[in-house]
């Protein structure tokens, strides 16, 4: 009887412990627990296997829910996926708390919430890069689902024409997570700014790590081993890359300490400013190809909510300024004046029509 | 991601092949229930929840609101921990069993079938584990053999055209053929060579992943017309029907596990095959000196266990998902070690092991849902369930039960 009380006694101060070491942050956890008051609607988002904290496209996304449950005072209700059997519950989930928009994080989730839309046409959804296609391959709209795409191609060009501009050993290299649309659509547009500036200038600065043509190149398997990153990276500079935009989320920031450890080596980030978002490698980055999608998301929550929901794809652009390239910062010396205005000059034609950047996966 | 892996050394000394010696049916049938394996597998599992509940509180911002001012007013921390664990775990049962709330008797009824659903992978993976426990392998390779069921079965059900029924049978025994193969890999390795299952299997697993990642790159494995790396839809043949209509989503592939649950129970405690299995289990080279081919019995333990665990892939792709993906077998191989575990590597025993942890991942969507309770709350009871089955000592001891050696000495006591 004295055991079990002590142990009795011992789990209780346990539980008492962890509750108040955790109380000190409790105004930043999610926010779930608070109940805004305002119009009632109800914004709900269910991630990809990367989790909310992944640095990179659920968290982005993420952030533009929280963003609109502060501004908007909407309600909301979030799902970590941690596996792709999870995307078909988790969304079946979010209909049962009557959410009136559905935000799903990625083209995995493609196929559950198209059945999820079908099977529920009073409902709204909204997919982060994804564009349904029929038994044809032709683009099919389905009325309540609004894909929120993004040409980052684009902007992943006056990337590669960058970094051809700033490479000192002649060779650039990119690799990606996993071998998707969203992925490979930077390297496209990053390779074919390279080949732009040779064409300009009469150079050949090689890419490492992908081939347009052929669409094979490296990658590391997934978004989470930053370790993998840092390997391949090191193969990048070992074989003589200066240069290195890592598309694979958190995995990039394996190539960051890579490019560290070498010393002279620089690195495009992706998707949010890696200035910002990363600031321990404050020193290397370059620059970032922005997708913006915080503000995709506010947005789609917003105009679903005063009521203005369609089923048009939302494009992220150098245009409206869905995709872009960030600042170089602390690196600004290290791009020449007139590559700069070349830059500059590309972006304007790319915005006025006159250039335009392929890509198998743009949307 | 790998769910569960538990130690490997410390789940071969509660290899349940080394429990066999018994001596009366009754009294080794009550010691069992009081201080024997089943019992400690239950009190696992509520000791886990236990746990996962201060876990629950610890993480809800109310909780840890309250426990800033605990000795001013204790009461608001003992209501906001009440509150947020009976509220996590109430949506967990309803997400999982039953749902109040709902509008419609279907919908109500839902979570179970959903419980149900997803127990189907962990019980024919865990079947097959559970015969190699029995015969002293631990395998840890259900991971890739449900990859290569998914494959192969997948392929089989997007890419051929074949009359109803025939197709189906054949995406089913392509998928075992396929898990089997992968597994005999570690068989042969460990018969002729030597080469350590545990190793073997964890290599293969990799191999797999990495093999269904490349596969989904080949336009054979893709849709006309995009380059994601997800397979066409299962053709409408080659699908296990739908038990209960286009409302729910569980499928023929669950009542195939329990027949293969009744299956195991046949092989290894009727058939000659599953004598020497055991045999082999107990003490190999006993076995050996018996006559009986101590190697051979490694392939055939690794091939069955292969061609179960291929069956949980298609139960998946062919049931379930409708499609191939990398992540077809999510962390189900992981997970059905803790299922065989935990089921005391008998056919019943995995079945409701399974429906458990089915029920788990079912409700732990509710949960995180609608309470917003992270769902890595369920990850952390199963592995605490894991680590409580390991050391069953402590669970004895938490609960107060007697040693089984002693009590076998002076008779069952509560």
């Given at each position: 009887?004295?055991t079990?009380?002590?142990?009795?006694?011992?789990?209780?101060?346990?539980?008492?412990?962890?509750?108040?070491?955790?109380?000190?942050?409790?105004?930043?956890?999610?926010?779930?627990?608070?109940k805004?008051?305002?119009?009632?609607?109800?914004?709900?988002?269910?991630?990809?296997?990367?989790?909310?904290?992944?640095?990179?496209?659920n968290?982005?996304?993420?952030?533009?829910?929280?963003?609109?449950?502060?501004?908007?005072?909407?309600?909301?209700?979030?799902?970590?996926s941690?596996?792709?059997?999870?995307?078909?519950?988790?969304?079946?989930?979010?209909?049962?708390?009557?959410?009136?928009?559905t935000?799903?994080?990625?083209?995995?989730?493609?196929?559950?919430?198209?059945?999820?839309?079908?099977?529920?046409?009073?409902?709204?959804?909204?997919?982060?890069?994804?564009?349904?296609?029929?038994?044809?391959?032709?683009v099919?709209?389905?009325?309540?689902?609004?894909?929120?795409?993004?040409?980052?191609?684009?902007?992943?060009?006056?990337?590669?024409?960058?970094?051809?501009?700033?490479?000192?050993?002649?060779?650039?290299?990119?690799?990606?997570?996993?071998q998707?649309?969203?992925?490979?659509?930077?390297?496209?547009?990053?390779?074919?700014?390279?080949?732009k500036?040779?064409?300009?200038?009469?150079?050949?600065?090689?890419?490492?790590?992908?081939?347009?043509?052929?669409?094979?190149?490296?990658?590391?398997?997934?978004?989470?081993?930053?370790?993998?990153?840092?390997?391949?990276?090191?193969?990048?500079?070992?074989?003589?890359?200066?240069?290195?935009?890592?598309?694979?989320?958190?995995?990039?920031?394996?190539?960051?300490?890579?490019?560290?450890?070498?010393?002279?080596v620089?690195?495009?980030?992706?998707?949010?400013?890696?200035?910002?978002?990363?600031?321990?490698y404050?020193?290397?980055?370059?620059?970032?190809?922005?997708?913006?999608?915080?503000p995709?998301?506010?947005?789609?929550i917003?105009?679903?909510?005063?009521?203005?929901?369609?089923?048009?794809?939302?494009?992220?652009?150098?245009?409206?300024?869905?995709?872009?390239?960030?600042?170089?910062?602390?690196?600004?010396?290290?791009?020449?004046?007139?590559?700069?205005?070349?830059i500059?000059?590309?972006?304007?034609?790319?915005?006025?029509?006159?250039?335009t950047?392929?890509?198998?996966?743009?949307? | 991601?790998?769910?569960?892996?538990?130690?490997?050394?410390?789940?071969?000394?509660?290899d349940?092949?080394?429990?066999?010696?018994?001596?009366?049916?009754?009294?080794?049938?009550?010691r069992?229930?009081?201080?024997?394996?089943?019992?400690?597998?239950?009190?696992?599992?509520?000791?886990?929840?236990?746990?996962?509940?201060?876990?629950?509180?610890?993480?809800?911002?109310?909780?840890?609101?309250?426990?800033?001012?605990?000795?001013a007013?204790?009461?608001?921390?003992?209501?906001?921990?009440?509150?947020a664990?009976?509220?996590?775990?109430?949506?967990?049962?309803?997400?999982?069993?039953?749902?109040?709330?709902?509008?419609?008797?279907?919908?109500?009824?839902r979570?179970?079938?959903?419980?149900?659903?997803?127990?189907?992978?962990?019980?024919?993976?865990?079947?097959?584990?559970?015969?190699?426990?029995?015969?002293?392998?631990?395998?840890?390779?259900?991971?890739?053999?449900?990859?290569?069921?998914?494959?192969?079965?997948?392929?089989?059900?997007?890419?051929?055209?074949?009359?109803?029924?025939?197709?189906?049978?054949?995406?089913?025994i392509?998928?075992?053929?396929?898990g089997?193969?992968?597994?005999?890999?570690?068989?042969?390795?460990?018969?002729?060579?030597?080469?350590?299952?545990?190793?073997?299997?964890?290599?293969?697993?990799?191999?797999?992943?990495?093999?269904?990642?490349?596969?989904?790159?080949?336009?054979?494995?893709?849709?006309?017309?995009?380059?994601?790396?997800?397979?066409?839809?299962?053709?409408?043949?080659?699908?296990?029907?739908?038990?209960?209509?286009?409302?729910?989503?569980?499928?023929?592939?669950?009542?195939?596990?329990?027949?293969?649950?009744?299956g195991?129970?046949?092989?290894?405690?009727?058939?000659?095959?599953?004598?020497?299995?055991?045999?082999?289990?107990?003490?190999?080279?006993?076995?050996?000196?018996?006559?009986?081919?101590?190697?051979?019995?490694?392939?055939?333990?690794?091939?069955?266990?292969?061609?179960?665990?291929?069956?949980?892939?298609?139960?998946q792709?062919l049931?379930?998902?409708?499609?191939?993906?990398?992540g077809?077998?999510?962390?189900?191989?992981?997970?059905?070690?803790?299922?065989?575990?935990?089921?005391?590597?008998?056919?019943?025993?995995?079945?409701?092991?399974?429906?458990?942890?089915?029920?788990?991942?079912?409700?732990?969507?509710?949960?995180?849902?609608?309470?917003?309770?992270?769902?890595?709350?369920?990850?952390?009871?199963?592995?605490?369930?894991v680590?409580?089955?390991?050391?069953?000592?402590?669970?004895?001891?938490?609960?107060?039960?007697?040693?089984p050696?002693?009590?076998?000495?002076?008779?069952?006591?509560?």
């Amino acid at each position: 009887m004295k055991t079990r009380m002590k142990i009795a006694a011992l789990v209780a101060a346990g539980a008492l412990g962890l509750a108040g070491c955790a109380s000190a942050p409790s105004s930043s956890s999610s926010a779930s627990a608070s109940k805004p008051t305002g119009p009632a609607f109800k914004a709900c988002m269910v991630s990809d296997a990367g989790g909310f904290d992944d640095k990179s496209f659920n968290q982005a996304g993420f952030q533009g829910l929280n963003r609109a449950v502060t501004e908007l005072g909407v309600t909301e209700a979030h799902a970590e996926s941690k596996a792709n059997s999870d995307y078909v519950p988790n969304i079946d989930n979010m209909i049962q708390q009557n959410c009136d928009l559905t935000i799903t994080v990625g083209f995995l989730l493609a196929d559950a919430t198209k059945a999820a839309a079908t099977a529920n046409p009073a409902k709204k959804f909204a997919i982060i890069d994804n564009q349904f296609y029929d038994a044809d391959g032709k683009v099919l709209a389905i009325a309540n689902v609004k894909p929120l795409l993004f040409d980052t191609a684009q902007a992943s060009y006056l990337a590669g024409y960058l970094a051809a501009g700033v490479t000192k050993t002649g060779k650039v290299a990119t690799f990606g997570g996993m071998q998707i649309g969203s992925v490979t659509i930077f390297m496209d547009g990053f390779a074919d700014g390279v080949a732009k500036y040779n064409t300009d200038n009469g150079k050949s600065v090689q890419v490492l790590g992908w081939d347009k043509a052929s669409q094979k190149g490296s990658f590391t398997g997934d978004f989470d081993d930053q370790s993998k990153g840092q390997n391949v990276a090191k193969g990048f500079i070992d074989a003589g890359a200066d240069i290195i935009l890592p598309v694979a989320g958190p995995v990039g920031l394996g190539a960051a300490a890579a490019a560290t450890a070498a010393g002279n080596v620089k690195i495009i980030g992706v998707d949010q400013d890696w200035y910002v978002t990363a600031p321990e490698y404050k020193g290397i980055i370059l620059s970032s190809v922005l997708k913006q999608m915080e503000p995709a998301v506010f947005d789609v929550i917003k105009t679903t909510r005063d009521g203005g929901f369609d089923a048009t794809p939302y494009k992220g652009t150098l245009v409206n300024n869905g995709v872009g390239l960030a600042p170089y910062h602390d690196l600004d010396s290290a791009v020449p004046a007139e590559l700069k205005a070349k830059i500059e000059s590309l972006k304007a034609q790319i915005v006025a029509g006159t250039l335009t950047v392929t890509s198998p996966s743009a949307p | 991601m790998p769910g569960v892996t538990p130690d490997p050394q410390s789940a071969r000394l509660e290899d349940p092949a080394a429990e066999t010696v018994a001596p009366g049916r009754g009294a080794q049938l009550l010691r069992e229930i009081t201080t024997g394996n089943a019992m400690i597998s239950v009190l696992a599992v509520v000791a886990a929840l236990f746990l996962g509940a201060v876990l629950i509180g610890a993480a809800d911002p109310k909780v840890q609101n309250a426990a800033t001012y605990l000795f001013a007013r204790p009461g608001d921390f003992g209501s906001a921990l009440w509150g947020a664990v009976s509220n996590a775990y109430s949506a967990l049962f309803q997400g999982a069993v039953y749902d109040f709330d709902a509008q419609t008797f279907a919908r109500a009824i839902r979570p179970l079938t959903e419980t149900m659903t997803m127990s189907v992978p962990l019980i024919f993976a865990g079947l097959g584990l559970a015969i190699g426990f029995r015969a002293g392998l631990f395998n840890i390779g259900a991971q890739g053999q449900i990859i290569l069921g998914a494959i192969f079965g997948g392929y089989i059900g997007f890419a051929w055209h074949l009359p109803i029924g025939l197709h189906l049978l054949l995406a089913l025994i392509g998928a075992m053929l396929g898990g089997a193969i992968w597994a005999s890999i570690a068989g042969v390795l460990k018969a002729r060579t030597g080469a350590h299952e545990v190793i073997v299997t964890i290599m293969l697993n990799n191999i797999a992943l990495y093999l269904v990642a490349y596969l989904l790159s080949l336009k054979a494995f893709q849709r006309p017309g995009s380059v994601n790396p997800i397979s066409p839809f299962i053709d409408k043949n080659a699908e296990l029907p739908l038990l209960l209509g286009s409302g729910f989503r569980l499928h023929a592939g669950f009542l195939l596990a329990l027949v293969a649950a009744v299956g195991v129970w046949w092989l290894m405690s009727r058939s000659t095959l599953g004598f020497t299995f055991r045999a082999v289990g107990a003490n190999p080279h006993a076995a050996r000196t018996a006559g009986m081919s101590v190697e051979r019995t490694y392939i055939w333990v690794m091939g069955i266990a292969g061609a179960l665990a291929g069956l949980g892939g298609a139960a998946q792709v062919l049931g379930t998902e409708r499609v191939l993906t990398g992540g077809v077998a999510a962390s189900f191989g992981f997970d059905a070690i803790t299922v065989a575990l935990l089921g005391r590597s008998k056919p019943l025993g995995t079945v409701l092991a399974g429906l458990l942890f089915g029920a788990l991942r079912a409700g732990g969507f509710a949960m995180q849902a609608r309470t917003g309770t992270p769902i890595d709350v369920v990850l952390v009871v199963q592995s605490l369930i894991v680590l409580l089955i390991a050391a069953p000592p402590l669970v004895r001891s938490i609960f107060r039960l007697p040693d089984p050696a002693r009590a076998a000495l002076t008779g069952a006591r509560a």
